[in-house]
Structures are given as C-alpha cells and as structure tokens.
C-alpha cells in the first residue's frame, strides 16, 4: 500500500509529493539555476531591459572573462558591450576592468551583490542579483523552461 498525503480534497501518493520545496527568493534561485540558463537569463534581460541584442557568434566561446559580447545603436553611433556572468559561488575577479575597445562592460555575479568599488573604470556596469529576481518574476514567458518551472513551482 502506498503512502498517501492529503491535500485538500485529494490524495497525493508520497512518491509524487516533493520532499522539500524552498522558498524561492533571490538567493536560493541563484543558488539552484544552472550556469548556462543563469546565462541565457542574463542575456535576455540585457535584450529585453536594457536594448541591447546579444551577438549569437559570441556566446559560449570558453572565455573567462566574457561570456557573451552585445550592440546598440545609440544616437547614431554603434555601441559595444561584453558580458561576464558568475554562477553560484564564482566570484568576479579584483581590479576587473573592461576590455580595449569595449564601450560598457557588464558584471553579474549570483554569490552576491558586486561590490563596483573594488572594479576599475567608468565602463563597468553591474547588474544587480535583485534586478534579474523581479524582471524573471515579471517575464516568465521570456525565461528558460525549468528555470520557469522552478520559480512557478515554488510559488504554490
């Protein structure tokens, strides 16, 4: 006989049941998303927020210091930026500057929020743990399937 759990006016096989479901806030999340989707929602943000559209090319070359490079046209003139993207406990390097040539350069680091301080350069450009939080939050539509399913999942 199987072990059943009551859930209102149904019954759940404890198989089914999950054994544990954390709250999900920002930190857990970042703790639970897969580096290459925590990427690819980096990525999408910067296209749908930010303006900027991500060169295909680019992506998932195996650099260290940049995972993705991206251009906007403002007034007139072309734009580039470079993006580096730090999953659960990898921290950004100290004294990270941007690269010759390279008009913005991004940072997201998932451990925590980036301290700009200990970065070079007026061209560095944090983007903010709790910025990705709200904006996956208000388009998960846009997100990764199990990055939607872990957000919609914890939400019941």
């Not at 072309?78 to 500057?97: F, I």
């Not at 390279?102 to 451990?111: G, I, P, R």
């Not at 903010?128 to 399937?145: A, F, G, M, Q, Y």
Request: charged share 25%.
């Amino acid at each position: 006989a199987a072990a059943f759990h009551e859930t209102g006016n149904e019954s759940v096989p404890a198989c089914y049941r999950p054994k544990y479901i954390p709250e999900v806030n920002d930190e857990t999340f970042m703790r639970h998303i897969p580096f290459d989707e925590l990427e690819d929602i980096v990525g999408l943000y910067m296209q749908h927020k930010l303006g900027w559209v991500i060169i295909p090319s680019t992506c998932k070359r195996g650099t260290a210091s940049t995972e993705f490079e991206a251009c906007k046209v403002v007034k007139g003139i072309a734009k580039k930026a470079h993006v580096q993207v730090k999953s659960r406990n990898t921290q950004l390097e100290n004294q990270l500057d941007a690269p010759p040539g390279v008009d913005e350069f991004f940072l997201f680091q998932a451990a925590d929020e980036i301290d700009i301080a200990k970065f070079s350069g007026e061209r560095m450009r944090p983007i903010s743990r709790k910025d990705i939080w709200r904006w996956v939050h208000e388009n998960l539509p846009l997100v990764p399937h199990a990055t939607r399913r872990l957000v919609t999942l914890a939400a019941k």
